[in-house]
């Protein structure tokens, strides 16, 4: 698996792009930001135990209109890892089956409210987590972070593999023995988009000390990866104490102290993005990974292909 990183001779010729961070919004989990109507709108997990106990925990998805932070819908309910992908007038969420954890269901709607769900993939044999779904000129590519078959994943937790479609219902995995990324290293929370001809793949690494973050890598083909020169994307920081100005309600004051206090941060993971009034609008979560996390907005002055662009100049 080829890897393209830097040399001696790279050049920074436009200097880091600057993320701006806006503070806390709610305590959900993964989520996907998506414009809907002209209307800001987010996926969110909505979790009972905070990633603690999913299999006995009460979750499900739930769409959130962003501007007046209400709900419009629940649904998917013993689902977990929740992404989002928008297509013209159709939204579609998957979601992990808790109880197998080999089979990936799609939601489907054309309002929001209403969804029709079926199988999307299922491998025996398989443990999947987080999932990603992008389209480029050939058809679907989708992403699953899987631990297991341990021959394809090795020796670190989890392992990113491609499967591709021509219409979202016959899926082919692509070799897992050349296209993935990577077995030499913990991955996790991923994010792909198509853009320009390159796909896009953020991923969740870990540090030294238990530090997570994210790394920004783009390929042509899902088996040479080039990284990102501007790596890591966010770095934990007191910026992510900030309560920001457009938090929800449903913010509790008890999250709120832990967030403002001495709430642990060792985490910024599971970002998201899209492009909202000429910028990137973007989420992503803070916290510790062991239970303790919530969800923060910041923004890119710049489009999402602009941005992910940016990250290679």
């Known amino acids: 698996m080829p ?28 989520m996907t930001p998506f414009v809907w109507n002209g209307r800001l709108m987010r996926l969110e997990l909505v979790d009972s135990t905070n990633g603690l106990d999913k299999a006995n925990g009460q979750c499900s998805a739930a769409i959130r209109d962003v501007e007046t932070g209400e709900f419009i819908s629940y649904f998917a309910e ?9 297509e013209e007038d159709t939204a579609y969420v998957l979601g992990v089956d808790l109880t197998t954890w080999d089979t990936i269901y799609i939601y489907e709607s054309h309002d929001l409210i209403n969804w029709e769900s079926r199988v999307l993939i299922n491998w025996p044999g398989w443990k999947i987590f987080n999932t990603a779904l992008t389209k480029s000129p050939e058809g679907y590519a989708l992403l699953l972070e899987a631990d297991e078959p341990k021959e394809y994943v090795g020796d670190f937790p ?45 991923t969740l690494q ?18 040479t990866w080039e990284d990102g020169l ?7 920081s007191e910026e ?13 004051d008890e999250l709120k102290e832990q967030i403002t206090g001495t ?25 510790n990974q062991l239970g303790f996390y919530y969800m923060l907005e910041a923004e890119y002055d710049g489009t999402v292909a602009e941005f992910l662009k940016r990250n290679f100049e």
Not at 230 to 236: A, F, G, K, T
């Open 158 to 202: 989890y392992t990113f593999f491609f499967a591709t479609s021509p219409d979202m219902k016959e899926w082919t995995l692509l070799d897992p023995t050349r296209a993935m990324m990577f077995k030499d290293r913990y991955n996790g929370a991923p994010w792909m988009r198509y853009s320009d001809g390159y796909f896009y793949v953020i």
């Open 240 to 252: 992510d104490r900030l309560i920001s100005p457009n938090a929800h309600a449903d913010l509790s």
């Open 78 to 86: 013993d689902t977990y890892f929740h992404s989002a992908y928008i």
């Open 3 to 30: 890897e393209i990183i830097y040399d001696a001779n790279t050049k920074m010729i436009n200097g880091f792009p600057k993320i701006k961070k806006l503070g806390a919004v709610c305590g959900n989990g993964e």
């Open 263 to 287: 709430g642990f941060l060792s985490n910024n993971s599971d970002i998201d993005m899209c492009d909202w009034n000429g910028k990137t609008y973007i989420n992503y979560l803070a916290g």
């Open 230 to 236: 501007y790596n890591p994307l966010l770095m934990p």
């Open 206 to 223: 870990e540090l030294p000390c238990l530090r997570y973050t994210n790394y920004l890598f783009r390929t042509k083909d899902f088996i």
